[in-house]
C-alpha cells in the first residue's frame, strides 16, 4: 500500500478522470467520521459541498451497509447512485433477489428476538435491522468481551449459517447468497459504462472490493493496514475531503462531463 497524497496518487487520480470511470465511496469512516452513536453518522459541509459537486460531472456512488433508506436520509441528492446492506440492496438486484434475502433476515431476526431479547438488552449489544441484512453492534456495550460473545452465540445459533463481515465494533450479518461490495461495484461499471472506477472504504466490508485487484479500479483504505488489498491508503477519514478536492479543482482539460 502507498499514501495516495503523493505525487504518484495525485497522478493517478488524474488519470481517472480522462476516462469514464465510476467514483464509488463506503459511508461510515470513509465519508463520515465514526461516531459512538450509529444514527449519529453526518457529512461534514465540506464532504457534502465536494460531493455535489463531483457528482454533477462524474457518476458517483456510496456503497454502504446502512439501508438505501439510511443513506438517503443523511445524503440526500449529494450522490448519485446509493446500494445499501453491502451491495445487495438497489436496482441492481431482482424483486426475486431482493424477497429471498429478506426472508431469510427476517427469519433469523425473529429468531433472535425470541431466544435472546433479554440478554441483548442487558448487555448493551445493539440490533439494526436493514431489511436484507442486520447488524450487532456493541460499540456503547459496558462490558465488551461479554458483548462479543453474546454475538457468537447469537451467529452460532443461526441457520442457514450467514457471512459475517467485520466492521469497527459491529458485526455485520447477511444471507450467503447475499450480492457484496465487490459485485456491486462492478455491475455498477457496466451499467454505467464505466472502464474505470474509483473506491474509498476503511474496513473489512471494503476488502470484497480491494480484494478483486482489477488494475481497472484504484483502491483507497482509510488507515494502513497490513494485509489490506487496497492499492493506496489515506492517514485519517478527514483526508477524504482533500482527495475530493483533488476531484472537483482539478484542471485536467480533458475530464469528461
Not at 445499501?84 to 427476517?106: D, L
Not at 451467529?155 to 450467514?162: E, K, R, T, W, Y
Not at 482509510?222 to 472537483?248: D, P, T
Request: hydrophobic share 40%.
Amino acid at each position: 500500500m502507498e499514501y495516495l497524497l503523493t505525487e504518484t496518487g495525485k497522478a493517478d487520480l488524474r488519470a481517472l478522470l480522462r476516462e469514464q470511470s465510476l467514483y464509488a465511496f463506503d459511508f461510515d469512516g470513509t465519508l463520515a467520521k465514526i461516531v459512538r452513536e450509529h444514527h449519529a453518522a453526518r457529512l461534514s459541509r465540506p464532504i457534502r459541498l465536494r460531493l455535489e459537486a463531483l457528482t454533477t460531472h462524474v457518476p458517483t456512488a456510496i456503497i454502504s451497509g446502512r439501508s438505501v433508506e439510511d443513506l438517503r436520509s443523511r445524503v440526500g441528492t449529494a450522490v448519485s447512485h446509493l446500494i445499501g446492506n453491502h451491495g445487495s440492496e438497489g436496482p441492481h438486484t431482482s424483486p426475486e433477489e431482493r424477497q429471498h434475502v429478506r426472508e431469510i433476515s427476517a427469519g433469523w431476526l425473529q429468531s433472535i428476538d425470541e431466544r435472546f431479547q433479554d440478554e441483548l438488552t442487558r448487555s448493551g449489544v445493539v440490533v439494526e435491522d436493514k431489511s436484507y441484512s442486520f447488524s450487532l453492534h456493541y460499540r456503547t456495550a459496558d462490558r465488551r468481551d461479554e458483548a462479543r460473545a453474546l454475538i457468537a452465540r447469537i451467529i452460532a445459533d443461526l441457520s442457514p449459517p450467514p457471512r459475517i463481515v467485520l466492521g469497527k465494533s459491529v458485526f455485520n450479518v447477511m444471507p450467503p447468497a447475499a450480492w457484496h461490495k465487490g459485485t456491486a461495484l462492478l455491475e455498477y461499471m457496466r451499467r454505467l459504462d464505466c472502464r474505470r472506477a474509483f473506491y474509498a472504504g476503511d474496513d473489512e466490508t471494503d476488502e470484497d472490493v480491494f480484494a478483486l485487484r482489477d488494475p481497472s479500479i484504484l483502491t483507497v483504505r482509510i488507515g494502513k493496514k497490513k494485509g489490506s488489498a487496497a492499492c493506496y491508503f489515506l492517514n485519517k477519514q478527514a483526508e477524504m475531503a482533500e482527495v475530493l478536492r483533488l476531484l472537483v479543482e482539478t484542471d485536467d482539460p480533458n475530464r469528461r462531463l
